[in-house]
């Protein structure tokens, strides 16, 4: 079974300094992997993805994430934040193989409080 | 292109009472999911559609919960009765093709049971 740890629920960080937000998964096959944002009182939206080929990924809003199959992590970064950064950050990760159709199991969230 | 609908946004109702939430994908995507969001806590998966059958309702409480989506397009969870431990944002999310892909969520529905 897959499973995603996320360490640090709240991160605090301040305005134009680097943010990483940490993320591990578990899977006894490959993995796609992928990285959700929600703001107070909306859904999630997707900030990027990984599905196979360059382990470092861009997404929206200057945000990156990095695919370290040996350490089985999936972190989050973003060279300076803004205060508009400031959200629930979910990790998630999908099973390929799961019978033809996607299943994703999400953790269980990092809180981004971007200080001015 | 519309987004994924979802209402009511708000619900308060009290244990053993009965709820229904609806969903109105974006049009044309084949996947529906309802996922619960409890409070401090990542989404998970209730049941999860494609077109109009199910393909995963392994975490759904069966004996309270309920969801259809007839004709393949729009569909209603159902709570009843409810306990407090559903107190919960209840999200529906779509997607439009099989396999990987992402996935649109609406704004969710936060339900209150008193």
């Known amino acids: 079974a897959q499973s995603v740890t996320q360490l640090d629920s709240q991160v605090p960080v301040f305005e134009e300094a680097p943010v990483e937000l940490r993320c591990n998964y578990s899977?006894?096959?490959?993995?796609?992997l992928f990285w959700y944002v929600q703001y107070p009182n909306q859904g999630l939206q997707l900030l990027l993805k990984y599905l196979s080929g360059s382990t470092l990924v861009k997404g929206i809003n200057g945000f990156e994430a990095e695919f370290n199959k040996s350490q089985t992590s999936f972190h989050l970064r973003k060279p300076s934040v803004h205060i508009s950064d400031t959200a629930e950050y979910f990790c998630a990760v999908s099973d390929p193989y799961s019978g033809g159709y996607q299943k994703v199991t999400f953790g269980t969230g990092t809180k981004l409080q971007v200080i001015p | 292109e519309a987004g994924v609908a979802q209402s009511p946004r708000y619900k308060i109702i009290e244990k053993r009472q009965s709820v229904a939430f609806w969903c109105n994908p974006i049009s044309g995507h084949a996947t529906l999911y309802w996922y619960q969001q409890i409070l401090g806590q990542g989404p998970k998966l209730l049941i999860q559609f494609q077109n109009n059958g199910v393909v995963d309702d392994s975490q759904l409480p069966k004996d309270r919960f309920s969801a259809e989506r007839l004709k393949g397009v729009d569909s209603t969870l159902k709570i009843q009765p409810a306990k407090l431990e559903d107190s919960a944002v209840y999200l529906c999310?779509?997607?439009?093709?099989?396999?990987?892909?992402?996935?649109?969520f609406g704004p969710g529905t936060r339900l209150t049971v008193l």
């Open positions: 899977s006894s096959v490959s993995v796609y």
């Open positions: 999310a779509s997607s439009g093709l099989v396999g990987v892909n992402e996935q649109f």
